[in-house]
């Protein structure tokens, strides 16, 4: 019998808001450096391949609030210098990282509180589980969304990072439950899906982006029932 359910929170509950790029051009903006949103946007991709490259190379940065954020830095850093900016290009990017601090930049998908209200209307506990910072809890917090949770683990908190099982079963332990009682929803194959499992969880996949094949990933919290058999 299902206990609880935990959920990651980048690209499952929560998106930047309005957007990286657009958070990087106010930023870089508001200290003089005035660059179109466009030729930001048109570097994002190579933002991103920064950070996969240092994930898949030791992705235990997450365990640690210090190299979570020198690696922040490194990736806004590189952006800036791209767009031209040198002297300032480490002070922009500390600013960027600081910026995402901030609750008002983040907002959670339309889905997530009546899913949240669904369960909890079930008797189900609720927990997070997010390889993030230490500023999760305040986030989440300035989004009104911790009164609907039970847990909130992060991976910078506890020094433990998923995929490795025993983040999941920290997050159990927090909440009384058994790894066999919870399910875990997150966006990632190898951090969430593999890493649940691991722990003997069951992992569901959210798909916020369309990468995956629907009969594998949900595309919404709003069948989150139906793929854990729960309605018809």
Known sequence: MVRAVFFDVGN????????????CREV???AG??????DIEQLMPLVDDFYED??????TFWTDEDRTSDLWVGMYSLLARKLG?????????????????????????????PAFERLRERGLALGIISNWDRRLESILAGLGLTDMLDSVVSSAAVGLHKPDPRIFEHACASLGVAACEA????????????GARAAGM???LIDRHGVHDP????????????????VA
Not at 54 to 59: E, L
Not at 188 to 194: F, I, K, M
Not at 215 to 230: C, I, M, Q, Y
Request: charged fraction near 25%; aromatic fraction near 12%.
């Open 54 to 59: 240092a994930y898949s190379r030791d992705d």
């Open 215 to 230: 009969a594998v990933a949900l595309d919404s919290l709003d069948t989150l029932e139906v793929r854990l058999g729960w």
């Open 183 to 194: 399910v875990h929803v997150g966006d990632h194959h190898y951090a969430d899906v593999l």
């Open 12 to 23: 499952t509950l929560l998106f930047p808001y309005p957007g990286v790029a657009e958070v």
């Open 33 to 38: 450096h005035c660059r179109d949103l466009a």
């Open 28 to 30: 870089f903006s508001a």
């Open 85 to 113: 900016i040198e002297d300032d290009a480490t002070m922009l990017a500390e600013a960027v990282y600081e910026e995402f601090g901030d609750p008002s930049r983040w907002m959670a998908y339309a889905d997530v509180a």
């Open 202 to 204: 069951q992992p569901v």
